[in-house]
Structures are given as structure tokens and as C-alpha cells.
């Protein structure tokens, strides 16, 4: 651990973020793979739950689905049925190797990707939930470029309670910008991500000061 301390350079995000689930760093709930609290306590899932499902079945037909950094899949399992196909990308080879063998549906699919570096799918939308909120500025921007070639955005940020200033710099790692009073708000500098609408679909306030998870869907063409 000193070692990694001294090192300023930042690990490479796969590494960073396979040690996240070999230490348990975002805690544990006893099974191999934890993707945190935010895919697991109620008070943050079930208004998510509930908005996302409304709003893809709302729809005139399933759409296929990417979910850019899927994690344990506690939430995707959820919503896969509401999907044409539901393709579920992590970057931790190791994670998506246990979600194959434990979650087997016909329109599900998982691929191991760097979602910043990599290629991404075809689909109408993506999810991505609670990820971007652990990367640095100059991923999310590679990360940006390719939201384009979706129709739907749904978009889940951890970013703190009130005002904050938008998208101050971090280390891709287990931690995020709450603690210089920063979130990521991606239609702000330096991302200015183009829009046709959004709608807000979930906020979940966190005790104590905590921040808030906020879930917006954005409509891009
Ligand atoms: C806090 S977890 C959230 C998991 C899931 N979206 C949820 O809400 O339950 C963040 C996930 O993003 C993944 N991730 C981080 N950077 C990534 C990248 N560049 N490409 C793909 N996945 C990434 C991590 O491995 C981790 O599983």
C-alpha cells in the first residue's frame, strides 16, 4: 500500500479498478464481486429501478441497450427483460467472466472493454451508472465522443447536495470529486456535451451530508 501511496503516477484504470473488487474496496456483501452501495441499498435502487423501467416501457419497442460499466449487475438484472438486447461492458475481465456464469438470459450479452479507450456497440441507448463520477476529466472526454452515436442517455452521477463546481479533475480510482465539492455535469466545460432534451428521473438524497445520486435521461438526436 505505501508503495502505491508514493507512486503519483495514476494506475492504469483497469488495474485501479480490479483492485477495487480484490480489496473490497467499495465494501462487501459476502459474494465475489461488489459493486458498492449505490447498486445495492434500496433507498438508492428502488427510484431507479422504478424510473428507468417506466421510461423503457414507455417506449413504442424494446430498444437494445448498452450498459457502459455494468459491474456486479445487480441493476442490469433488473432491467434486461425490459431490453431487445441488453450488452454489458465492464473493463474488469475477471468481473465480466463471473457475471457470464452467473447471469444467462438470450438478450444478454458481456464484453470486456475499456469503455474510454475501446470501441463501444451499437444500440439506441446506454446506462451509465456511477461510473463516470470515478474517472479523470481526459477519460470522460474519450468517453463523450461516442455518446453521439446513441439516441438515449441515461445517466447516473454521485455529485454533492446544493451548488458545486462542475467537473473538477480527478484520478480515475475508487474515489470520486464529492470531496472537493465536485461533481460531473456533462453539459458543462470542458465536456459541453450536445443535447436535444433532458428529463430528471431519479434523485435520491444521501444521509448526512452525503450528496445526492442524481439520474437524468438525455435525448441526443
Ligand atoms: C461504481 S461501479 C457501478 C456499477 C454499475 N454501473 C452499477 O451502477 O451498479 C463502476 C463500474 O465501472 C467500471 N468501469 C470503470 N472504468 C471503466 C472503463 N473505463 N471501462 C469500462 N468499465 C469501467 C468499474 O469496473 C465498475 O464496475
Known sequence: MTEIKKNKKPWPTRQAMQQIYELNLWGDNGGSFYSGAGSHSLHIVKPYMNSVSSFLKSLDKPIDICDLGCGDFNIGKELSHLCKSY??????????????????????????????????PHADGVILRQVLQHLSNH????????????????????????????NL????????????????????????????????????????????????????N
Not at 475477471?94 to 463501444?120: G, P, R, T
Request: charged share 20%; aromatic share 8%.
Open 139 to 166: 477519460e470522460i472526454a474519450q468517453i463523450v465522443k461516442k455518446l453521439y452515436a446513441y439516441n438515449y442517455i441515461i445517466l447516473t452521477e454521485h455529485v454533492p447536495s446544493g451548488d458545486f463546481v462542475p
Open 87 to 120: 450488452t454489458a461492458i465492464d473493463i474488469v475481465p475477471e468481473l465480466i467472466e463471473h457475471n457470464k456464469k452467473q447471469f444467462k438470459a438470450s438478450n444478454v450479452s458481456f464484453q470486456c472493454l475499456d469503455i474510454a479507450k475501446d470501441q463501444l
Open 169 to 220: 479533475d480527478i484520478i480515475s480510482g475508487q474515489g470520486i470529486r464529492i470531496k472537493k465539492n465536485s461533481g460531473v455535469n456533462l453539459l458543462a466545460a470542458p465536456f459541453h456535451l450536445k443535447i436535444k432534451s433532458h428529463t430528471l428521473l431519479a434523485q435520491t438524497q444521501l444521509q448526512n451530508n452525503k450528496g445526492v445520486i442524481t439520474t437524468v435521461l438525455y435525448e441526443m
